[in-house]
């Protein structure tokens, strides 16, 4: 279960990568799609889905240059400024490790995601209530108990009050039940 998380809008990350025009809008519109498949929640996992979408993007430059390489190949022709296929091979290496750190940096991040407490009397339309009644003033919410002292053996604190009788489960003491 995922927290609801209001959307925040992508800042365009092309510029500041220096791409085309042509390129930027290709780059942006996989970066959506890729952070609308993640869905991250905060800064931290933005910043990890744009380090994945970026090996995605390099990925996919490299193997274009790669093509030109090999078809210059096997057309015996030579293109100026196009690396040697070694080093094309090098470079993926590296980008596979780039991505391969980037993914267990968003497995690590969606692990220590702070877990949804599932209180089926606590529904949506219940909280609302709840927290409408609390700003109305309807509802005060009970003292900290004192700080911890003595205990008895019959469980009570040394000159501590008896207990109080507690609501039943998905209520709220001293307020109606919504309509």
Known sequence: MSIPIEPRRLEPLAERLGLAAEEAAEFEALRRDWHARIAPIDAAERAAADALVLCVWRRQRLDRLEERILRNLLEGTVEPGLPALGTVQRLRGRLER????????????????????????????????????????????????????????????????????RAPAGTVAGAAAPA
């Open 98 to 165: 780039d991505r391969h750190a980037a993914e267990q940096e968003m497995i690590l991040l969606r692990d220590g995601r702070p877990a949804a407490i599932p209180l089926p009397a606590l529904n949506p339309e219940r909280l609302e209530w709840l927290a409408r009644k609390l700003r109305e003033g309807a509802l005060r919410v009970p003292p900290e108990p004192p700080a911890a002292a003595a205990v008895e053996p019959d469980g009570l604190a040394v000159g501590a009050p008896p207990p109080r009788p």
